[in-house]
């Protein structure tokens, strides 16, 4: 590094260059990110030294993320759930396949996903020694639940079903699945990484949350829908022993044991969080999800006025296409199977969609 510290305004300039070269999130299509809530930015800033990694020194902190792990097991129907806040959706599913692992107690665990399934499963495998089974979908690229006993033996410790995957936008049939996971006495965890902050807000939406008996564990992320800053996400158990099961001893620290995976944790993205449930409520939560939805079924309409049609009809602000060519500078992702994918996060406003259809209309004419 450095022999001698560089000046501050040089500094600044040298960073702010930089984030100059970051993409406008005008132009981001992609994203599961967003902008943070301006009330998610205050709370961030007045909790940026606290460590929730050593609760017993932060117990104000800590109050607050139980209450962020209260208010968000009420919205899924299950007010004593327990929890914590996590990195994010990886970190969540990391830990909830490692807890069916550990209540298995089998010596070669197998676990079934859909083929849809977030990227982060496969490191979760790679990591616990888990074999991954790939459940097939329907057309409609929901996970196929008819096809899971089949793949269930007396070595299989976990049943995954998606609330909103992140390709397709689409909610699996989790209700099927909670009916599968009781026969057989299996744990299933439920990635509403993506979903369980816009499912919960809308008019009418597929049950995915503990309001069906088989669900053992969700994963859900304030840091996309939730509009936290970065990072913030949540693992949320049905019974408190799931998250013991994982209990390490911790000598030194204020506390004498903890279940998370991370050690060290942020505190203020997680009272953002908070923040912005408490801010908006129910009402400003489900204004904000309506707005997406507007928004993507008007992009849904636009596309499909120039001839590009949806690949499949989401239940989540996630629109895809056929492929087109789309025009720098716009930001868009593209699935596996090679759709055009466009996630209407809240930063995506109804005028940003006009302005991107007119250029699509443009260079597809
Ligand atoms: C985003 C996402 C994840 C991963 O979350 P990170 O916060 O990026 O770790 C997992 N599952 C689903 C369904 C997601 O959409």
Same mark, same amino acid.
């Given at each position: ?159 995954? $079903? ?100 991370? $050690? ?10 908070? =923040? ?14 309506? $707005? ?26 996630? =629109? ?46």
């Amino acid at each position: 590094m450095r022999e001698k510290g560089q000046p501050e305004d040089l500094l600044f300039s040298f960073l702010q260059e930089k984030r100059r070269q970051d993409i406008n999130h005008n132009y981001i299509l992609s994203s599961m990110c967003t902008v943070p809530h301006p009330v998610a930015v205050r709370a961030h800033v007045l909790f940026m030294e606290t460590n929730l990694g050593d609760p017993g020194l932060f117990p104000g902190t800590s109050s607050l993320e139980a209450l962020l792990v209260e208010r968000i097991g009420s919205l899924f129907h299950l007010p004593g759930a327990c929890g914590y806040a996590t990195s994010g959706g990886t970190e969540s599913n990391i830990q909830a396949l490692r807890i069916a692992k550990c209540l298995s107690r089998l010596s070669r665990p197998n676990v079934i996903v859909p083929e849809s399934a977030h990227f982060s499963f496969q490191k979760a495998c790679d990591i616990l020694g888990l074999e991954m089974r790939t459940a097939p979908l329907d057309s409609g690229y929901r996970m196929d639940a008819g096809e899971v006993p089949s793949l269930i033996d007396q070595n299989t410790c976990a049943i995954v $079903g998606v609330a909103g995957t992140t390709e397709y936008g689409v909610v699996d049939p989790i209700g099927a699945l909670s009916d599968i996971a009781l026969d057989h006495d299996i744990f299933l965890h439920v990635d509403a990484a993506f979903g369980g902050m816009v499912l919960p807000f809308m008019e009418a939406c597929p049950s995915f949350d503990f309001s069906l008996p088989g669900v053992s564990s969700i994963a859900v992320d304030p840091h996309k829908m939730g509009m936290s800053t970065i990072p913030a996400g949540v693992i949320l158990v049905r019974d408190r022993e799931f998250l013991s099961s994982l209990s390490v001893d911790t000598p030194y620290l204020s506390v004498k044991q903890e279940f998370t995976l991370s $050690g060290t944790r942020p505190g203020g993205s997680v009272v953002g969080a908070l =923040a912005v449930l408490e801010y908006l409520g129910r009402e400003g939560m489900a204004d904000i999800v309506a $707005g997406c939805m507007k928004n993507t079924w008007r992009l849904i309409d636009g596309m499909e006025a120039f001839g590009i049609s949806r690949a499949t009809t989401p239940d989540v602000n996630v =629109a895809t296409f056929e492929p087109a060519r789309v025009p720098p500078p716009w930001r868009v992702s593209w699935t596996r199977k090679g759709h055009m994918r466009i996630v209407c996060m809240p930063h995506v406003h109804a005028s940003i969609i006009e302005t991107f259809l007119k250029d699509i209309g443009d260079s597809n004419a």
